[in-house]
């Protein structure tokens, strides 16, 4: 079994439509990350947590909310979804502040 | 705040042609970490290397290596006779300390380097 999974990996929405995506792992990491990737612009650093209590925005938070339920849970919200929103979403983990990040499969997400 | 470049778009040679794919850096930490990811057709990203600042020596695995210099800010993958496999979109990223530097935790990405291999 994948150690990073997300779910749904495919969905397709309507603008205004509140989405939740999901992130789960069996690494035992503390530290987990939610990156959004758009062609020609690499990925980008959405938020971050260091543990349950720890929650921090990353460069483009505005729009997506997020909630570590659990140390091996972490879900990415659009509360009212926007066409600019479509992207490619990919959670990590990693072990410590250095450390190699291990990414999910990726939930390719398309609001129209 | 830190910042990743990779300047070439799109790379395309031919099966066997060595190649390198460039990655400059900008930060204003002592303390950081390089990194290389794999992207290939599949989606997945594949972790390839992580280097330290403080260590620049280069590193071999196999028919990848990379130059890591400091003094220009620069940390360089090289293919040595490429492989259509090869053929991937690959992105160079950097970590530094949280706070640091104005920079936010979790990776810095470059926009990647699209190598397309024929055969």
């Known amino acids: 079994d994948a150690d990073v999974t997300q779910t749904p990996r495919n969905r397709i929405t309507k603008t205004g439509k509140r989405i939740m995506l999901e992130c789960s792992q069996t690494?035992?990491?503390?530290?987990m990350y939610w990156y959004r990737q758009d062609p020609g612009l690499g990925l980008r650093l959405i938020y971050y947590?260091?543990?349950?209590?720890?929650?921090n925005k990353g460069e483009i938070s505005d729009g997506y909310s997020v909630s570590r339920q659990a140390q091996a849970k972490f879900s990415l919200s659009l509360e009212s979804a926007i066409p600019n929103q479509t992207a490619l979403y990919f959670c990590?983990?990693?072990?410590?502040?250095?450390?190699?990040?291990?990414f999910g499969p990726g939930t390719r997400l398309t609001v129209l | 705040a830190q910042k990743v470049t990779q300047a070439q778009t799109e790379i395309s040679v031919v099966e066997k042609e060595d190649v390198t794919l460039d990655c400059v850096y900008e930060t204003r930490d002592t303390t950081y970490y390089l990194f290389w990811y794999k992207q290939p057709p599949s989606g997945e990203l594949v972790f390839l290397i992580r280097r330290n600042s403080f260590d620049e020596q280069n590193e071999i695995s196999g028919r990848y290596s990379w130059n890591f210099q400091k003094s220009t800010s620069s940390f360089n993958f090289t293919i040595t006779a490429s492989q259509v496999v090869d053929s991937a979109v690959y992105f160079c990223?950097?970590?530094?300390?949280?706070?640091?530097?104005?920079?936010?935790?979790?990776?810095?990405f470059g926009k990647g380097t699209h190598l397309i291999i024929q055969p």
């Open positions: 690494k035992g990491h503390d530290r």
């Open positions: 947590s260091f543990d349950v209590k720890d929650i």
């Open positions: 990590a983990t990693s072990d410590y502040l250095y450390d190699e990040q291990f």
């Open positions: 990223a950097l970590s530094e300390a949280r706070g640091s530097g104005g920079g936010a935790d979790g990776l810095t």
